[in-house]
């Protein structure tokens, strides 16, 4: 997929290199359960939505800083790219180049992993949730081989992830909740597809910073997507203009149509190793490389209401808050982890979202319309549960939770034990 080019202009003094009883209040929706809906408020028959499904997350309207060399070579003549904060580890001023592919996986992302092993570097791939269900296989070798995953958005549509944040946050989620079905773990790490200049304005900023997430966009474009068939000998010349940072974050694809990237990728490392450069992956801890505001950002988006972001944004962050234990559940001869941010304590009780819950335990929940219940069916079991049963039963936003301990003893396996253990909390039913 391949970029909008933007004509920027800067002065050179503008480039900145910059053991209670606690199964079972009111929740948010998170992960599979999480169904953006449009800016209405979201139907009862939505607070059960399908899990990990494009039309589960279908848009919806409710919304919301190039190079650090030389000025001559930053102002390019169709594609400039603006100027970041300049990248660095946390507490660390080594030399070191983060490899980063977007538009991923694709048949090419196995060659470009062999070319990282046989070099024992390592990269992070922004990958497209849409490339990511049709490629399994190579998401699992990308983590098997020590490299970082990072959320790409779902389809890179433009037209849809920045027309308000919702749809953008939307895509997120949804990409999110398939690679944690591939590999176990929710990627932190979000690129902006076209990177954030453009695009982001300070809510974008600001509403996925509260939400726990690290934006990162780049500051060498090797431009392998300044247009179709990029000459390697063109993309080995661009990515290795660094203006001597001390960090690099190197933006390439993986993508279809990016052949030559392959090709330029060995030639690459090497320059960089001997320049004495080390390779690592982008994590949580590194400070993001991050565009300005500026550029032909849409306008009259629709901000979130604070409701919204209330019952989607806040409580996110939870998601990658390690000192929220998580919660290890036996039932029924299953077992399954909710991790934190999965599950909220209210009144001393555990609360689950209800759709996430069962289908990790080989049950499936479903909407009557005409009764205005969720049915849920797990083995011999039928539970038929209402959004206004009191404490047990609690809608938020577009998500359905209820009191563990309720639910399992209404199916039929009672809760015979709640325990705590260092690494995280144990609830074990018949």
Do not use: C
Not at 79 to 96: C, D, E, F, I
Not at 279 to 304: C, M, Y
Not at 418 to 430: I, L, M, P
């Amino acid at each position: 997929m391949y970029r909008k080019s933007w004509i920027v202009i800067m002065a050179a003094a503008a480039l900145l290199a910059a053991a209670a009883f606690l199964v079972g209040g009111p929740a948010w929706g998170i992960g599979g359960v999480y169904k953006p809906n449009s800016a209405k408020a979201a139907s009862l028959t939505g607070l059960i939505g399908s899990t990990g499904s494009a039309q589960a997350f279908q848009a919806a309207p409710v919304s919301w800083a190039a190079q650090t060399s030389e000025v001559s070579q930053a102002v390019q003549a169709s594609l400039v790219t603006p100027a970041p904060l300049a990248a660095k580890t946390a507490g660390s001023n080594a030399k070191t180049v983060y490899l980063t592919f977007d538009d991923g996986p694709s048949k090419l992302t196995a060659g470009v992993l062999n070319i990282l092993n046989r070099y024992k570097v390592k990269a992070t791939f922004f990958v497209l949730g849409q490339q990511a269900q049709h490629s399994p296989e190579l998401i699992r070798q990308i983590e098997d081989g020590g490299h970082a995953v990072g959320n790409h958005s779902f389809d890179h549509n433009y037209d849809k992830l920045y027309h308000n944040f919702s749809d953008f946050w939307g895509q997120i989620k949804q990409t999110e909740e398939i690679l944690r079905n591939i590999t176990g773990s929710r990627p932190q790490l979000v690129r902006a597809p076209g990177g954030t200049y453009g695009h982001f304005d300070q809510t974008y900023f600001s509403l996925m910073d509260q939400a726990g997430y690290k934006v990162f966009d780049w500051n060498v474009d090797s431009g392998d997507s300044a247009r179709k068939g990029v000459p390697a000998s063109d993309i080995l010349k661009q990515a290795t203009e660094s203006g001597g940072l001390q960090q690099v974050v190197l933006l390439m694809h993986d993508g279809g149509g990016h052949e030559n990237t392959v090709k330029a990728l060995p030639k690459i490392i090497e320059y960089y190793q001997a320049k004495g450069y080390s390779f690592a992956t982008l994590t949580p801890d590194v400070k993001p490389v991050q565009f300005r505001v500026g550029g032909s950002i849409p306008q009259n988006r629709q901000e979130p209401s604070q409701a919204w972001i209330d019952s989607h944004i806040t409580p996110n962050a939870a998601l990658f808050d390690s000192r929220i234990l998580p919660l290890a559940l036996t039932a029924g001869g299953v077992q399954t982890v909710l991790n934190g941010g999965e599950y909220e304590m209210s009144g001393g009780r555990f609360m689950v979202p209800l759709r996430t819950t069962m289908e990790r335990l080989g049950g499936k929940v479903s909407w009557n319309p005409d009764s205005g219940q969720a049915e849920v069916k797990w083995g011999k079991g039928r539970l038929m549960l209402r959004p206004d049963q009191g404490l047990d039963v609690h809608s938020s936003g577009n998500t359905l939770w209820v009191s563990l301990r309720s639910l399992l003893e209404g199916l039929g396996h009672p809760v015979v034990k709640v325990a705590k253990a260092v690494d995280g909390w144990q609830v074990k039913a018949s």
